[in-house]
C-alpha cells in the first residue's frame, strides 16, 4: 500500500497517476437528514489530493482490485485476506528447507563420497550453492536425507551439552550439565505454564483436556455453551474458593534459564584468538533461531520460514477477489479480479509547442505565466466499447490554483480486440487502419508536438486514436509559485506540485444470459477520482522569464 503518495514525490519521476478508493468516503450518518445533507454535499465537494485524508487513499492501478458484485474498486484496506496454505518446514520436509546462514540462499543436499554408478548412501552435507559455505565447516554431518530438522536438533543438544561440561566451574545451585538450547527451555516452560494454568483456573472453559489453549475447538465451544444453559440457583453468585495464583518457574526442569558466570570471559578469549573476522554480522545474527549466536563457528543452518498463500475478499459483499491455487509450488491464480482488467490505463505526457529544444516542456520546471498542453491517453481493458466523461474542476486545489481545461471531456474508447483481427480484415477504410498502425505509439514516451502530422489541438474533438485507446488535450494555465524564501505568508508543502484531480465516469454495456431467456444487454457504469501527477512549477527566476516579457 502507498502510505503518502504526495510526500515522496520528491524522489518520484513524473508524471504519475494514483487512482482514489472510494472506501474512504463511506461514512455513517446519524439520521435521514444529515443523510441527504451528506449526499448534497459529497456530490459538490471536489477531490483535493493536498487534504491528509486523501494521502492514504491513493494507489496506483497495479495495486488495486475490483469486485464484479459491487462493480466498485477494491483497494488493500477495503478487502479481508484469508490463508489459503501454508508451506511448513518441520522434521517432515525432505530437502531444500534450509537457508545458508551466511548469504540466506536456500541450501542443496550434497553426499560426501558417491560410489561410481551407485546411489550415494552417506554422510550428506548441507552446501550453499551462492557463497559455497557448508554444514561441514561447523561439523555438520547428516546420516540420512531425510528428517533432517530431528538430526540437526540432536547434533545442536549434543553439541550444547559437550559445551556445557567442559571446562566451566560450576556453581552449586547451578546444574548446567542440562543443555542450554533454547527449544528445550521452551518446552519445559511451556509444561510448567500448562500445569500453572490447570491448577489455578480448573474450570476455564478454553482449556482442552490436554491443557492446550484452544478458542475453536467444539470442545471448548461446548463449555462456554454450558456456561449459560446449564443456569442453576446458584447462577450469578461468585465462587468462594479463591482461585490460586501462579508462580514463576524456579528450576530448570520448570523453563528457568541461567546465564554461565564464564559465558562473557569464553567469548573474550575466543575473540582474542580468532580475531574480529570470526564474528558474524548483524543481519546474520538477527537471522538466526536464536541470538545467542555470535561467531561464525556458532552458524545453524536455517529454516525456511513459513510461508502462505492468502486470499482476498470484498469486504461489503464478500465476493473472492483473488485466489492462488491450493498447491503450494505452483504460482498460478484460480481467480484474480485486478483493477487493470477493469479500470483504463491512464498517461500524460506534454504536448511541445515546438520541435525546438529550448521551446519544451520540463516536466521538472514547467514554464509558469503561460498555458501548457498535455497529451492524456486512455487504454480500454474490456472487450467492450466504453463512453468516458472526463471532470476537472476549474482550478486544481491549494492557495494558487492553476487552471485547467480538457477540449474533449467526453470521447468513445474502442472495444480491446486482437491486433491481427482488424489488421486482417480488408473491408475496413483507410481511416480505421490508420488507427490500426496507431495503437504502437500508445504510452510511446517519444516526444509530440503541436501541428505534427498536420494535427491541431481543437475543441470537442481527441488528439488522437487506435485501437483500444484515445489521447485528448489537456491545456494547464500555470500560474507563478514563489519559492519557499520568497513567501512571506508561508507556503504549503509542495505548493509548486502541480496535481491535476480527475473525476473518470465509465458507461459501457455487458451481454447478460439467463436462464430461459434470451441474452440481453445491460448497462453498467464505474466512477472514481484520478490524480495525475504532472510535473513541477519553476519560479520565474529559474525559467529566466520576467513578468513584463509574459504578455
Same mark, same amino acid.
Given at each position: 500500500?502507498?502510505?503518502?503518495?504526495?510526500?515522496?514525490?520528491?524522489?518520484?519521476?513524473?508524471?504519475?497517476?494514483?487512482?482514489?478508493?472510494?472506501c474512504?468516503?463511506?461514512?455513517?450518518?446519524?439520521?435521514?437528514y444529515?443523510?441527504?445533507?451528506?449526499d448534497?454535499?459529497?456530490?459538490?465537494?471536489?477531490?483535493?489530493?493536498?487534504?491528509?485524508?486523501?494521502?492514504?487513499?491513493?494507489?496506483?492501478?497495479?495495486?488495486?482490485?475490483?469486485?464484479?458484485?459491487?462493480?466498485?474498486?477494491?483497494?488493500?484496506r477495503?478487502?479481508?485476506?484469508?490463508?489459503?496454505?501454508?508451506?511448513?518446514?518441520?522434521?517432515?520436509?525432505?530437502?531444500?528447507?534450509?537457508?545458508?546462514?551466511?548469504?540466506?540462499?536456500?541450501?542443496?543436499v550434497?553426499?560426501?563420497e558417491?560410489?561410481?554408478?551407485?546411489?550415494?548412501?552417506g554422510?550428506f552435507?548441507?552446501?550453499c550453492?551462492?557463497?559455497?559455505?557448508?554444514?561441514?565447516?561447523v561439523?555438520?554431518?547428516?546420516?540420512?536425507?531425510?528428517?533432517?530438522?530431528?538430526?540437526?536438533?540432536?547434533?545442536?543438544?549434543?553439541?550444547?551439552?559437550?559445551?556445557?561440561?567442559?571446562?566451566?566451574?560450576?556453581?552449586?545451585?547451578?546444574?548446567?550439565?542440562t543443555?542450554?538450547?533454547?527449544?528445550?527451555v521452551?518446552?519445559?516452560?511451556?509444561?510448567?505454564?500448562?500445569?500453572?494454568?490447570?491448577?489455578?483456573?480448573?474450570d476455564?472453559?478454553?482449556?482442552?483436556?490436554?491443557?492446550?489453549?484452544?478458542?475453536?475447538?467444539?470442545s471448548?465451544?461446548?463449555?462456554?455453551?454450558?456456561?449459560?444453559?446449564?443456569?442453576?440457583?446458584?447462577?450469578?453468585?461468585?465462587?468462594?474458593?479463591?482461585?490460586?495464583?501462579?508462580?514463576?518457574?524456579?528450576?530448570?526442569?520448570?523453563?528457568?534459564?541461567?546465564?554461565?558466570?564464564?559465558?562473557?570471559?569464553?567469548?573474550?578469549?575466543?575473540?582474542?584468538?580468532?580475531?574480529?573476522?570470526s564474528?558474524?554480522t548483524?543481519?546474520?545474527?538477527?537471522?538466526?533461531?536464536?541470538?545467542t549466536?555470535?561467531?561464525?563457528?556458532?552458524?545453524?543452518?536455517?529454516?525456511?520460514?513459513?510461508?502462505?498463500?492468502?486470499?482476498?475478499?470484498?469486504?461489503?459483499?464478500r465476493?473472492?477477489?483473488?485466489k492462488p491455487?491450493?498447491?503450494?509450488?505452483s504460482?498460478?491464480?484460480?481467480?484474480?479480479?485486478?483493477?487493470?482488467?477493469?479500470?483504463p490505463t491512464?498517461?500524460?505526457?506534454?504536448?511541445?509547442?515546438?520541435s525546438?529544444?529550448?521551446?519544451?516542456?520540463?516536466?521538472?520546471n514547467?514554464?509558469?505565466?503561460?498555458?501548457?498542453?498535455?497529451?492524456?491517453?486512455?487504454?480500454?481493458?474490456?472487450?467492450?466499447?466504453?463512453?468516458?466523461?472526463?471532470?476537472?474542476?476549474?482550478?486544481?486545489?491549494?492557495?494558487?490554483?492553476?487552471?485547467?481545461?480538457?477540449?474533449?471531456?467526453?470521447?468513445d474508447?474502442a472495444a480491446?480486440?486482437?491486433?491481427?483481427?482488424?489488421?486482417?480484415?480488408?473491408?475496413?477504410?483507410?481511416?480505421?487502419?490508420?488507427?490500426?498502425?496507431?495503437?504502437k505509439?500508445?504510452?510511446?514516451?517519444r516526444?509530440?508536438?503541436?501541428?505534427?502530422?498536420?494535427? +491541431?489541438a #481543437?475543441a =470537442? &474533438?481527441?488528439?488522437? @486514436?487506435?485501437?483500444?485507446?484515445t489521447?485528448?488535450? %489537456?491545456?494547464? *494555465? !500555470?500560474?507563478?509559485?514563489?519559492?519557499?524564501?520568497?513567501?512571506?505568508?508561508?507556503?504549503?508543502?509542495?505548493?509548486?506540485?502541480?496535481e491535476?484531480?480527475?473525476?473518470?465516469?465509465?458507461?459501457?454495456?455487458?451481454? +447478460?444470459? #439467463?436462464? =430461459? &431467456?434470451?441474452?440481453? @444487454?445491460?448497462?453498467?457504469?464505474?466512477?472514481?477520482? %484520478?490524480?495525475? *501527477? !504532472?510535473?513541477r512549477?519553476?519560479?520565474?527566476?529559474?525559467?529566466?522569464?520576467?513578468?513584463?516579457?509574459?504578455?
Open positions: 500500500m502507498l502510505a503518502n503518495p504526495t510526500a515522496i514525490t520528491e524522489q518520484m519521476t513524473f508524471p504519475y497517476t494514483y487512482i482514489s478508493c472510494p474512504t468516503d463511506v461514512s455513517v450518518p446519524a439520521n435521514k444529515l443523510e441527504h445533507e451528506a448534497d454535499e459529497e456530490q459538490e465537494r471536489t477531490f483535493d489530493p493536498r487534504s491528509p485524508r486523501t494521502n492514504y487513499s491513493l494507489y496506483p492501478l497495479d495495486h488495486l482490485m475490483y469486485c464484479e458484485d459491487c462493480q466498485q474498486i477494491r483497494c488493500p477495503c478487502t479481508i485476506e484469508e490463508i489459503v496454505c501454508c508451506q511448513r518446514a518441520t522434521g517432515g520436509c525432505q530437502r531444500n528447507c534450509f537457508n545458508c546462514p551466511v548469504c540466506l540462499a536456500p541450501m542443496t550434497n553426499a560426501l558417491v560410489p561410481d554408478n551407485q546411489r550415494p548412501i554422510p552435507i548441507l552446501a550453492g551462492y557463497c559455497h559455505w557448508t554444514s561441514q565447516e561439523g555438520i554431518q547428516l546420516d540420512k536425507v531425510t528428517h533432517m530438522s530431528a538430526q540437526l536438533s540432536k547434533i545442536f543438544n549434543k553439541s550444547l551439552r559437550e559445551t556445557s561440561t567442559k571446562g566451566l566451574v560450576p556453581e552449586p545451585t547451578i546444574d548446567l550439565s543443555p542450554d538450547n533454547p527449544d528445550i521452551f518446552s519445559n516452560l511451556k509444561v510448567f505454564l500448562k500445569s500453572q494454568l490447570n491448577d489455578s483456573h480448573p476455564n472453559p478454553m482449556l482442552t483436556p490436554s491443557g492446550d489453549v484452544n478458542y475453536s475447538s467444539p471448548s465451544l461446548a463449555r462456554i455453551m454450558s456456561l449459560y444453559t446449564n443456569l442453576g440457583a446458584g447462577y450469578g453468585k461468585k465462587s468462594a474458593q479463591k482461585p490460586s495464583t501462579m508462580r514463576e518457574s524456579v528450576s530448570l526442569d520448570e523453563g528457568l534459564r541461567l546465564t554461565s558466570p564464564n559465558s562473557d570471559i569464553d567469548a573474550i578469549n575466543k575473540l582474542r584468538g580468532e580475531g574480529y573476522p564474528t558474524i548483524p543481519t546474520q545474527r538477527s537471522e538466526q533461531i536464536h541470538a549466536c555470535n561467531f561464525a563457528s556458532d552458524f545453524r543452518p536455517i529454516p525456511m520460514l513459513l510461508r502462505t498463500k492468502r486470499a482476498n475478499r470484498c469486504r461489503a459483499c465476493h473472492i477477489l483473488v491455487e491450493t498447491k503450494v509450488e504460482t498460478r491464480y484460480r481467480i484474480r479480479l485486478i483493477a487493470l482488467n477493469y479500470v491512464m498517461n500524460i505526457k506534454p504536448l511541445h509547442p515546438s525546438l529544444p529550448h521551446q519544451r516542456i520540463d516536466l521538472n514547467i514554464r509558469p505565466l503561460q498555458t501548457s498542453q498535455f497529451l492524456l491517453s486512455l487504454r480500454n481493458p474490456l472487450f467492450d466499447p466504453v463512453t468516458v466523461t472526463l471532470a476537472t474542476p476549474n482550478r486544481t486545489p491549494g492557495r494558487r490554483g492553476h487552471k485547467v481545461t480538457i477540449l474533449c471531456p467526453q470521447f474508447i480491446n480486440t486482437d491486433a491481427w483481427e482488424e489488421a486482417l480484415d480488408t473491408n475496413k477504410s483507410s481511416t480505421r487502419q490508420k488507427e490500426v498502425r496507431s495503437t505509439r500508445f504510452g510511446d514516451t516526444p509530440e508536438y503541436v501541428g505534427q502530422e498536420g494535427r +491541431v #481543437e =470537442g &474533438k481527441v488528439w488522437d @486514436k487506435g485501437r483500444n485507446w489521447s485528448v488535450v %489537456v491545456e494547464v *494555465g !500555470v500560474v507563478d509559485v514563489p519559492a519557499a524564501d520568497d513567501d512571506d505568508d508561508g507556503g504549503e508543502e509542495d505548493e509548486d506540485l502541480l491535476i484531480p480527475t473525476f473518470v465516469r465509465m458507461e459501457w454495456e455487458v451481454e +447478460v444470459e #439467463e436462464k =430461459g &431467456k434470451e441474452g440481453g @444487454k445491460e448497462k453498467r457504469e464505474l466512477a472514481y477520482w %484520478v490524480v495525475l *501527477g !504532472v510535473g512549477v519553476g519560479s520565474i527566476k529559474e525559467g529566466g522569464m520576467t513578468a513584463s516579457s509574459v504578455s
